[in-house]
């Protein structure tokens, strides 16, 4: 089991950024892939970003391709989101989630554990 702390977000205008961090404690977080998922007001949650245990992979969702980096030091038990070229339909709570090794990283149904969440709040 991973217990998952996230911490970064903010109010920002559009065009801003933003460095969201998970920290992670627990003995299988390094033997872990893990994503970032975010759930807007109204909306279902939906997969953004993940990274294989190694770092050596990383996935995006289409929407955030090119302006959302993931990314994990595995030495501090922290995997990180930098936001860059923010956009007001990013507004949303995203949360940190540890992938059960099982399945598409695109499903949230595949994340056994998972952060508070943090909010993120992009102006326009």
């Known amino acids: 089991q991973v217990q998952l702390v996230e911490s970064g977000g903010g109010l920002v205008q559009a065009g801003g950024s933003l460095r969201l961090s998970c920290a992670a404690s627990?003995?299988?977080?390094?033997?872990?892939?893990m994503g970032w998922l975010r759930q807007a007001p109204g909306k279902e949650r939906e997969f953004v970003a993940a990274?294989?245990?190694?770092?050596?992979?990383?996935y995006y969702a289409d929407s955030v391709k090119g302006r959302f980096t993931i990314s994990r030091d595995n030495a501090k038990n922290t995997v990180y989101l930098q936001i860059d070229s923010l956009k007001p339909e990013d507004t949303a709570v995203y949360y940190c989630?540890?992938?059960?090794?099982?399945?598409?990283?695109?499903?949230?149904?595949?994340?056994?554990?998972w952060g508070q969440g943090t909010q993120v709040t992009v102006s326009s």
């Open positions: 627990g003995r299988t977080f390094s033997s872990s892939a």
């Open positions: 989630a540890a992938h059960n090794n099982r399945g598409s990283y695109r499903n949230g149904y595949n994340y056994a554990d």
């Open positions: 990274i294989s245990w190694s770092g050596g992979s990383t």
